[in-house]
Every structure is written in structure tokens, then in C-alpha cells.
T-cell receptor, first 117, second 114 residues
Framework: AQTVTQSQPEMSVQEAETVTLSCTYDTSESNYYLFWYKQPPSRQMILVIRQEAYKQQNATENRFSVNFQKAAKSFSLKISDSQLGDTAMYFC??????????????FGKGTLLTVNP | KAGVTQTPRYLIKTRGQQVTLSCSPI?????VSWYQQTPGQGLQFLFEYFSETQRNKGNFPGRFSGRQFSNSRSEMNVSTLELGDSALYLC?????????????FGQGTRLTVV
């Protein structure tokens, strides 16, 4: 079974600064996907960024980037130029690659990020 | 395009009752999965359906069941409700292909058992 660990229950950052959220995972699989999801107070889960394990290049989406260390099983999220709208719970998630045969996300416990003005 | 729609948004039920939650996926999505979110346990996978077939099930008692209809809409049912079933229940839909793995979530149904 896979496990996902987010060691920072809460973090805060000043607007316009950079913050890094940590995530480690444990799996015996070699092919998998990793995700960061954002859940604001509205409760809507929104995909922030996705990384395929077979890709060595770190994924980036505008102000969001990841540091994927496959050997260390580490998948951190960096948010640059933090904005007030980034305030949310952030979840790291794992999904085994199955060729589309099933869909199951394993989530970490989440990190509550607060961006202060 | 319309997002994932979950109904109802809020529910209050009494212990021992049963409840049915509904999820309408994004048009064209045939994979629908359900998650339970609680402060203590976080987000836990319940089950996943694809083309009316349950392909995967999490570690929940048999009181939790689901189904998917031919139009991909899904329902989950919880029988003999317990206080511990109080949670936010999230539904997600996906194209679930090798090239497209993004799950789109609904806003959830907040179930309170009293």
C-alpha cells in the first residue's frame, strides 16, 4: 500500500514571498503520478500541478513548481509570489499508473497555508 | 463546460438511518470516484466506478455502497448511519486515460449524523 506524508500541518507566508510545502511518499511502484491539490474554504478541490514519475523534468504551472526527487521519494511544492488567493489547504496525492484501468488517489493529511497581507 | 455536481450539499440524518448521495460527472467522463473527508482521517478513498462497474474499493465496511448508471451518474449509499460517518463526501470524475489523469472534484456533500 502507498502512503503519503505531509509533515507541515500549517504554514504561513507573507504576500509576494515564496513558500515550499513538503511531501514524502512510500511506494514499491515504479510508474505513478503525483499531484498537488488545493482546497480553499469553498471546499472545491482544485488540481494545482501534476508530475509523472517517469519524467525527470520537474513540472511547473505559472507560479507553482515542484521539486521531484524520485530516489528520495520526495515531492515538494514551491509557490512563488504568494497571493492572498493561495490561502487554502494543500494536499499531496499519489496515484499508481494502471494504464487507465482504475483510478484511486491516496492523499496526505494536508498543509494549511495562510498568506498574510 | 459544467463541472461535477453533487447533491445535496448538506444533509442531517439520525443514527440508524440510511442516506443516498448523488454525483453527476462532467460530460464524457466515465470514471467516478468517491472520497470521505474527516478532520481526523483526512481524505480516504471509498470506491471507483467506470462504465457501471466498480473497479476499486477502499477499506470501508459494507454499509458503504455505490453504483453507477449508464449515463455515468453515480450514487453512494450509507446504511445504518453511525456518528462517525459524519464527514464531507467528495466525488471526482475523470477521463481516466493514460494521457489524461486529472480528477475534477465536486463541492461535496456535508453529512452530519446526530
Amino acid at each position: 500500500a502507498q502512503t503519503v506524508t505531509q509533515s507541515q500541518p500549517e504554514m504561513s507566508v507573507q504576500e509576494a514571498e515564496t513558500v515550499t510545502l513538503s511531501c514524502t511518499y512510500d511506494t514499491s511502484e515504479s510508474n505513478y503520478y503525483l499531484f498537488w491539490y488545493k482546497q480553499p474554504p469553498s471546499r472545491q478541490m482544485i488540481l494545482v500541478i501534476r508530475q509523472e514519475a517517469y519524467k525527470q523534468q520537474n513540472a511547473t504551472e505559472n507560479r507553482f513548481s515542484v521539486n521531484f526527487q524520485k530516489a528520495a521519494k520526495s515531492f515538494s511544492l514551491k509557490i512563488s509570489d504568494s497571493q492572498l488567493g493561495d490561502t487554502a489547504m494543500y494536499f499531496c496525492a499519489f496515484m499508481k499508473f494502471s494504464g487507465g484501468s482504475n483510478y484511486k488517489l491516496t492523499f496526505g493529511k494536508g498543509t494549511l497555508l495562510t498568506v498574510n497581507p | 463546460k459544467a463541472g461535477v455536481t453533487q447533491t445535496p450539499r448538506y444533509l442531517i440524518k439520525t443514527r440508524g438511518q440510511q442516506v443516498t448521495l448523488s454525483c453527476s460527472p462532467i460530460s464524457g467522463h466515465r470514471s467516478v470516484s468517491w472520497y470521505q473527508q474527516t478532520p481526523g482521517q483526512g481524505l480516504q478513498f471509498l470506491f471507483e466506478y467506470f462504465s457501471e462497474t466498480q473497479r476499486n474499493k477502499g477499506n470501508f465496511p459494507g454499509r458503504f455502497s455505490g453504483r453507477q448508471f449508464s449515463n455515468s451518474r453515480s450514487e453512494m449509499n450509507v446504511s445504518t448511519l453511525e456518528l462517525g460517518d459524519s464527514a464531507l463526501y467528495l466525488c471526482a470524475s475523470s477521463l481516466n486515460t493514460e494521457m489524461n489523469t486529472e480528477a475534477f472534484f465536486g463541492q461535496g456533500t456535508r453529512l452530519t449524523v446526530v
